[in-house]
């Protein structure tokens, strides 16, 4: 049995159907419902509508997913040494500010491992990720911290399990794809502040992630104009439109890349 900390967004939602559909493991699914976080009626629609789609194709394993247990962050316990180990994190990596709550969270309960699910970051410069590749045990499900870590901080995240942590967003949609769970995967969520409740603001962290990573050519144009406009100071529409493009050719040239090894 699994304990998945999902969000309804990429790397949590591709391992949700890995396990399900591939490992066809039984998972408990927990999400955290932020209340000063504007995207999370739309997290909890997309994810409803990704069970619907899970009990439409794959209704023989709908029954090992667990109903949502959905938990308020009002009610998240402090924890002072989360506290101080993500305080003194994000004065060195780039750390959600989620994973404070998911740990607060991990620690107040009595299962041994949550499943937590981050990508490898390819050229991104103090990545949480980087530093945990170097700090983790064993691959995929069995991803874990090591005994002796090289930061002692990093022990927030000893209670999760890493399963994708080697796995670039590039090589997950190939996983999709060879197993026929792309179509799932499309129904992810990432964005904080949608606009209109539908469309990606381009703004936001998660967002701005996502222009950056190998999966820009995903984003609607409106979101990577805003996108442009934040971080780049610039209003030129044609910026967002050859972005889109050249993410585009660098995905398949990527994924053709993986191919050949
Ligand atoms: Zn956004």
Redesign the pocket.
């Known amino acids: 049995m699994i304990n998945l900390l999902w969000t309804g967004g990429w790397d949590s939602t591709f391992r949700l159907l890995c396990a399900l559909i591939i490992e066809k493991q039984k998972i408990n699914l927990f999400y955290i419902y932020f209340h000063n976080r504007k995207?999370r009626d739309v997290e909890v629609r997309q994810m409803k509508k990704i069970i619907k789609k899970i009990k439409k194709f794959y209704p023989e394993l709908a029954d090992n997913l667990s109903d949502i247990t959905i938990v308020s962050d009002k009610i998240l316990p402090h924890n002072k040494k989360i506290d101080n180990y993500y305080e003194s994190l994000i004065s060195k990596y780039h750390v959600g500010k989620q994973y404070r709550w998911l740990a607060a969270f991990a620690e107040s309960r009595e299962e041994e491992y949550f499943e937590a699910a981050i990508a490898k970051y390819h050229n991104r410069e103090n990545s949480i990720s980087a530093v945990l590749l170097k700090n983790t045990n064993g691959i995929g499900p069995d991803c874990k911290l090591k005994e002796r870590v090289s930061d002692k901080d990093l022990l927030l995240f000893r209670k999760f399990k890493l399963p994708t942590l080697h796995l670039t967003k590039p090589e997950m949609e190939k996983i999709a794809r060879e197993n026929g769970f792309m179509n799932i995967l499309d129904y992810i969520w990432?964005?904080?502040?949608?606009r209109f409740n539908y469309i990606?603001?381009?703004?936001?962290?998660?967002?701005?992630l996502v222009v950056e990573s190998e999966l820009a050519f995903k984003m609607a144009l409106f979101?990577l104009f805003f996108y442009f406009r934040k971080y780049k100071n610039s209003n030129n529409i044609f910026k967002a439109i050859s972005l889109k493009r050249e993410s585009a050719r660098r995905f398949k040239v990527s994924l053709a890349e993986q191919v050949e090894m």
């Open positions: 995207s990432f964005c904080h502040r949608p990606p603001c381009g703004k936001c962290v998660p967002c701005k979101s």
